[in-house]
Every structure is written in structure tokens, then in C-alpha cells.
């Protein structure tokens, strides 16, 4: 099974860029597409990019279209989310997922990393 990591999170100023990192271990990272998904307290994990497994095909959430960039490169089994113009409403914890496919679907989730916090202050 493929374990994941997250790092990059931290403290920003609304409208700087953060990128998080998505580092995975064991066989098989190749043959799934990864999601990142994020997470305030009181509220249910949502959906926010997610790459296919060969990188061809990326999805946003609306909300994040045109800031965020999702990308990875399987030769060192990472997955990238690049974030600018960040507002506080993407103050979240962010996990990072391996799915069949890129899907919003928590219930086809595989793999969870543990997260990373991203705050971001106004």
C-alpha cells in the first residue's frame, strides 16, 4: 500500500503562494491519480485538485481555478500543489489522497497522508 506525506504548510499573508508537497512510499504510486482535499474544523473534507496517474488530466474545485496548480512527477513518486493568491478561506487542513481515479468521492479514497495546515492570514 502506498503511505503518503505532506509538507510545505504554514503561514501566509492573503494573496502569497504556498506550494505543498506530496511524498509517497510503497509499491504502486504510478497506478493511481491523487487528490488533494482540505478540511476546517466543523466542516466536512472537501475536494480540491486532483491529477490522473500519468499527470494528463487535472480537476479543481471552482473555487481554486486559475490560483491553484496540481502536478506530479511519478520518477520521485510527488505530487505538487502549487497555491497563489490565497485568501483566508483557503485556511484549511490539507491532505493529499490516492484514488482509482480523480474523484471528489471520499469514499473511493485509498490512501491518506496525514496532512498539512495551510493558514492564511488576512
Known amino acids: 500500500q502506498v503511505q503518503l506525506v505532506e509538507s510545505g504548510g504554514g503561514l501566509v499573508q492573503a494573496g502569497g503562494s504556498l506550494t505543498l508537497s506530496c511524498v509517497a512510499s510503497?509499491?504502486?504510486?504510478?497506478?493511481?491519480?491523487v487528490d488533494w482535499f482540505r478540511q476546517v474544523p466543523g466542516k466536512e473534507r472537501e475536494f480540491v485538485a486532483g491529477?490522473?496517474?500519468?499527470?494528463?488530466?487535472?480537476v479543481y474545485q471552482d473555487s481554486v481555478k486559475g490560483r491553484f496548480t496540481i502536478s506530479r512527477e511519478n520518477a520521485n513518486a510527488t505530487v505538487y500543489l502549487q497555491m497563489n493568491s490565497l485568501k483566508s478561506e483557503d485556511t484549511a487542513i490539507y491532505y493529499c489522497a490516492t484514488s482509482p481515479i480523480v474523484t471528489s468521492d471520499l469514499r473511493r479514497i485509498v490512501s491518506w497522508g496525514q496532512g498539512t495546515q495551510v493558514t492564511v492570514s488576512s
Open positions: 510503497g509499491r504502486g504510486f504510478h497506478a493511481y491519480a
Open positions: 491529477i490522473s496517474r500519468g499527470g494528463g488530466n487535472t
